[in-house]
C-alpha cells in the first residue's frame, strides 16, 4: 500500500482480511497524537465526513461512529444540525436522514490510524516508493524504496496506489511502457483560509455546521464547523479572482461581510487560537481508466486521488475514497472465492476498477454540474454534467415544502444512491405524500460500469 493517508489506511484495513501482511508505506510518519502532516496540506481546514462514509467506516472498524463521537466528533443531521445557506436565507430544519460527521483532519485520521496500525497484517513502512517492479511475465512483483538514501527492493503481490494528488505513479506506468488513460479536467479555481477559534456554546440551535456556500454568480462563501476539543473551525472560501483574506482581520471581516452574517457573529466573541492556514485548488481531474487503450499491469490498482480529484467545496474526496475501499473489499471477496486456477490480478483489477470508477464519476459529475454555473469556470463539462445540471435544478425547484424530494437529493449529494435517483418517477400516496423510495444499491456497491 502507497500511501497512509484516509485512502491508503482504510485501504489497508480492506487487504488486512485477506493478505497475511500488508506493506503501508509513506514518506512521513505518524504522530501519536493528532496532527498536521506535511502530505496532507489540506488538513487545517474544514472536513466533514458525508454518510456514504460513514456507513464504510462503521462496516470498516465496527464501532468507529461511537468511538468518534468519545473523541469528540459531532454527528450533525443534514438541514438542521449542517445548515445551508441559498437564495437568500438558511433553508428551515429538517430531517432528511442523513448526517455529516465534523471533526478536523488530524482527528479524523489519527483515529483511523489507531484502527489500522491494531490489524496484526499491517506492518507500516517510512520510505518513499520510487518505481514498480516487475517479473518476467510483466507482472507487478514489488516496488523500489528509498530509505535514508538508499534504494531497496520490497517484494509485493499486490501494489495498490494511494498516494495522492503528487501523481507519482503515472511516471512509475510510463516507465514500464504504458500509456496514460485520458484526463478530463476542470478549473475550478479555488482558494480557502482556515483558523481554529474557542467555542463557548455547546449545545441549543447554535450548535450546527453553518454552510454559507458561494453559488454562482457569487464568488465569496464561508463555513463555520464545530471540531472536538470544544472549538469553531471557519474557513473562507474564495473562487476565480476573489482575494482571500491575509490577516486575522480581514478574515474576520471577510466572513461579516457575506450575504448573511450569521458566521460573523458567532465568531464576535470568540478567539482565534491557531494561525490562519491557506490552500489553492486550481484544477482538479478524473484519469479515465475505464477507457484506457491498454490494461493496467496485473497486481497495480489505484485508488483515491489516483483516480480523481475533486472541487473540495463540495466535501467529496474522503467519501469516494472509502466507496473505493468498499469497493475494493467486494472485488477481493468475490476474487478469493474464484477458485485456485483464477488469474487472481486481472480478475480482481476488473471488479474493482468497475466499481471504484462508479462514486469517482458521481461526484465528478455533481461537481462539473454545479462548477459550470459559473462563466469563469474553464473545462469543459460532458453532455453527462450538462444534463445532471438540469436535473439538479429541477429536483431543488421540486423539493421546496417535499421533505421525502429533499431526502431524495441529500442521499444523491452524498453518494448512497445513483444520480438517476435524481430523476426517479414519482408514485404519490393515497394521502398526497411522497412515497417512500424504493432501496437502491449505493454507488460504491454496484457492480455496473462508470456512467456515461
Known amino acids: 500500500m502507497v500511501g497512509s493517508g484516509f485512502a491508503g489506511m482504510v485501504a489497508a484495513a480492506a487487504l488486512a482480511r485477506v493478505f497475511g501482511t500488508v506493506w503501508l508505506i509513506d514518506r512521513e510518519g505518524h504522530a501519536d497524537s493528532p496532527a498536521m502532516r506535511k502530505t496532507v496540506p489540506q488538513g487545517a481546514h474544514v472536513h466533514a465526513l458525508l454518510q456514504s462514509g460513514q456507513d464504510v467506516l462503521a462496516e470498516m472498524f465496527p464501532g468507529f461512529e ?14 438542521s444540525g449542517w445548515r445551508s445557506f441559498s437564495a437568500g436565507r ?6 432528511t436522514g442523513v448526517q455529516v460527521l465534523s471533526q478536523t483532519r488530524p482527528a479524523l485520521d489519527h483515529l483511523i490510524r489507531q484502527q489500522v496500525t491494531a490489524l496484526p497484517a499491517i506492518r507500516p513502512v517510512l520510505g518513499r516508493a520510487v518505481g514498480l517492479l516487475v517479473d518476467d511475465l510483466d507482472t507487478i512483483s514489488g516496488l523500489r524504496l528509498l530509505q535514508d538514501g538508499t534504494e531497496r527492493d520490497l517484494a509485493a503481490d499486490l501494489v495498490i496506489d494511494a498516494a ?24 475550478p479555481e479555488v482558494r480557502y483560509v482556515s483558523g481554529l477559534f474557542t467555542r463557548q456554546i455547546d449545545r441549543g440551535d447554535d450548535l450546527a455546521g453553518w454552510l454559507n456556500f458561494a453559488a454562482a454568480p457569487m464568488t465569496r462563501g464561508g463555513v463555520l464547523a464545530p471540531v472536538e476539543g470544544g472549538r469553531w473551525m471557519a474557513t473562507a472560501t474564495c473562487r476565480f479572482d476573489t482575494p482571500a483574506p491575509a490577516t486575522p482581520a480581514e478574515f474576520r471581516a471577510f466572513l461579516e461581510a457575506l450575504p448573511d452574517d450569521k458566521i460573523g ?12 492556514k491557506s490552500y489553492r485548488i486550481a484544477s482538479v481531474r478524473f484519469n479515465r481508466f475505464d477507457q484506457a487503450a491498454q490494461s493496467l499491469p496485473r497486481g497495480y490498482l489505484p485508488i483515491g486521488d489516483r483516480i480523481a480529484t475533486f472541487n473540495p467545496l463540495y466535501g467529496q474526496g474522503m467519501s469516494v475514497a472509502a466507496l473505493q475501499c468498499q469497493a475494493l473489499w ?4 468475490q476474487v478469493t472465492t474464484a477458485g485456485a486456477d483464477c488469474d487472481w490480478r486481472r480478475a480482481l483489477a476488473t471488479s474493482y476498477l468497475s466499481r471504484a470508477l462508479v462514486p469517482a464519476e458521481a461526484a465528478w459529475l455533481i461537481g462539473q454540474a454545479s462548477d459550470m454555473e459559473y462563466p469563469a469556470y474553464r473545462g469543459h463539462p460532458s453532455a453527462a454534467a450538462i444534463s445532471l445540471n438540469r436535473d439538479l435544478r429541477r429536483a431543488f425547484a421540486a423539493s421546496i415544502g ?6 431524495r437529493i441529500d442521499r444523491v449529494l452524498h453518494l448512497l444512491e445513483p444520480l438517476s435517483h435524481l430523476t426517479a418517477t414519482d408514485h404519490c400516496s393515497a394521502d398526497g405524500n411522497d412515497p417512500q423510495p424504493s432501496p437502491v444499491a449505493p454507488p460504491g456497491r454496484e457492480i455496473t460500469p462508470a456512467l456515461n
Open 164 to 187: 495522492g494528488r503528487a501523481d507519482q505513479g503515472a511516471a512509475w506506468l510510463s516507465a514500464l511502457g504504458y500509456a496514460a488513460p485520458p484526463v478530463e479536467t476542470g478549473y
Open 265 to 276: 457573529s458567532l465568531l464576535t466573541t470568540e478567539t482565534l487560537i491557531s494561525d490562519l
Open 402 to 407: 417535499r421533505p421525502e424530494r429533499m431526502r
Open 90 to 95: 438558511w433553508l428551515p430544519p429538517v430531517d
Open 330 to 333: 467486494d472485488a477481493l471477496s
Open 66 to 79: 461511537r468511538l468518534a463521537i468519545t473523541n469528540g466528533s459531532l454527528p450533525l443531521k443534514v438541514r
